[in-house]
T-cell receptor, first 113, second 115 residues
Framework: EAQVTQNPRYLITVTGKKLTVTCSQN?????MSWYRQDPGLGLRQIYY???????DKGDVPEGYKVSRKEKRNFPLILESPSPNQTSLYFC????????????FGDGTRLSIL | AQSVTQPDIHITVSEGASLELRCNYS??????LFWYVQSPGQGLQLLLK??????LVQGIKGFEAEFKRSQSSFNLRKPSVHWSDAAEYFC?????????????FGKGTKLSVKP
């Protein structure tokens, strides 16, 4: 079954404690991206990756890092999380950058205290 | 600037009534248009998409949408709403190929269904 898998689904943590949200897709997609969803703001793109070792900033990259060492994985790293990063995060993938639609994971709800 | 506007933050309809959710976009390139639905606690599910051709597109769960280039709109419709349709709906615009490729989302419309 084609899917995008995120882990964890829920996480409560404290300010400053580094965390990683993993994202894995099994469709051999080149393009992967991370979004955050906040009430009244919709989905905003954090980072995207067009292929292995190729990443770039989206609309709201501050406070986040990503890596793309393998095609299937695109982890989101919060080196020093802060309360304003409390949000619902989605990973998505598509065949290539311009290829639509994107397939979304089920989301990761992060609470930073 | 590229943008998607969903003018209605929250809509309540009675079960069995018809539904129309509005979406307007501003996009420099030829747009590809999408509607996604998000049920509580769930991820985004693609309802339908418009790439080209017939401007009235059919999607899953009985939804349809009509692309009107002159109005820069892509409104979502359903003739008879079911209680299970209560969810949040997102319109998105993207492009195929070229230098652009990211999806731009509207802020969403939350649909409540009255019995």
């Amino acid at each position: 079954e084609a899917q995008v898998t995120q882990n964890p689904r829920y996480l409560i943590t404290v300010t400053g404690k580094k965390l990683t949200v993993t994202c894995s897709q099994n469709m051999n997609h080149e393009y992967m991206s991370w979004y955050r969803q906040d009430p009244g703001l919709g989905l905003r793109q954090i980072y995207y990756s067009m292929n292995v070792e190729v990443t770039d900033k989206g609309d709201v990259p501050e406070g986040y890092k990503v890596s793309r060492k393998e095609k299937r994985n695109f982890p989101l790293i919060l080196e020093s999380p802060s309360p304003n990063q409390t949000s619902l995060y989605f990973c998505a993938s598509s065949l290539s950058r311009g290829h639509q639609p994107q397939h979304f994971g089920d989301g990761t709800r992060l609470s930073i205290l | 600037a590229q943008s998607v506007t969903q003018p209605d933050i929250h809509i309540t309809v009675s079960e069995g009534a018809s539904l129309e959710l509005r979406c307007n976009y501003s996009y420099g390139a030829t747009p590809y248009l999408f509607w996604y639905v998000q049920s509580p606690g769930q991820g985004l599910q693609l309802l339908l998409k418009y790439f080209s051709g017939d401007t009235l597109v059919q999607g899953i769960k009985g939804f349809e949408a009509e692309f009107k280039r002159s109005q820069s709109s892509f409104n979502l419709r359903k003739p008879s709403v079911h209680w299970s349709d209560a969810a949040e709906y997102f319109c998105a615009v993207g492009s195929y190929g070229g230098s652009q490729g990211n999806l731009i989302f509207g802020k969403g419309t939350k649909l409540s269904v009255k019995p």
